[in-house]
């Protein structure tokens, strides 16, 4: 099923570069989405952890049940942008990465490291 959903994912990506519209935002799936995130304050917040032996969990800190993770840290935001369609239940001929954030709106990391 999950090669089946990422085939899905990247065909319509594809599809888009081509100038097919998929028609995202009038989704109702996307809208409640979008108004969840807003009621949110306008984004959600992970809290990501790397461990000693390379691996990583990703864990929303104001929205409850999104966590995920993984064994290298070169394909993080795709991971957690995946995580979060499947919370909503986003289809994957859906799953555009820009319907998570508003225009211009900028992509915040933060980070602390403790020595």
């Not at 570069?17 to 306008?42: H, P, S, V």
């Amino acid at each position: 099923m999950r090669f089946l959903n990422k085939t899905i994912y990247l065909a319509a990506k594809q599809l888009r570069q081509w100038g097919y519209d998929f028609n995202e935002t009038a989704d109702e799936r996307i809208q409640a989405m979008k108004r969840e995130i807003q009621r949110l304050g306008g984004g959600i917040e992970f809290k990501i952890e790397q461990y000693p032996d390379g691996l990583w969990t990703a864990e929303s800190v104001n929205l409850d049940g999104i966590i995920t993770g993984g064994k290298n840290t070169k394909e993080i935001t795709s991971i957690i942008r995946d995580a979060i369609f499947t919370y909503f239940s986003i289809p994957p001929h859906l799953c555009n990465d820009a319907v998570l954030h508003a225009d211009n709106e900028p992509v915040i990391l933060k980070q602390r490291v403790y020595v």
